[in-house]
């Protein structure tokens, strides 16, 4: 992970992450959380959202076979195929 980001970005980012680390597929980070795609096969593609801590705050299953590019406050933006991107609702805490 570290040689995605350049020294300040990963001194930035290192300092938040939690000691005990898994492997995961993807990841996206946003407003303190960590988006992290499971590795875990089944039928939706999952995603793990961590806080500053590390523990996990929700479990996001997202269409099979699609790809997270873009979380906001409001919506997350998916990719279904190679011409369809759709937005989803991004599920809050709150609501859990």
């Known amino acids: 992970m570290k040689s995605e980001y350049d ?4 001194d930035a980012l290192k300092s938040v992450l939690p000691e005990v680390k898994a492997p995961a597929n993807n990841m996206i980070y946003h ?12 039928d939706t593609e999952m995603w793990l959202v961590l806080n500053s801590k590390g523990q ?4 996001v299953h997202l269409p099979k076979d699609s790809m997270l590019m873009h979380v906001s406050d409001a919506h997350l ?5 190679d011409v369809t991107f759709a937005l989803f609702t991004n599920p809050k805490p709150e609501a859990l």
């Open 31 to 42: 407003n303190g959380e960590f988006w992290m795609e499971s590795n875990i096969l089944g």
């Open 77 to 81: 933006g998916v990719r279904l195929d």
């Open 56 to 59: 996990i705050t929700r479990v």
């Open 7 to 10: 020294d300040l970005r990963w």
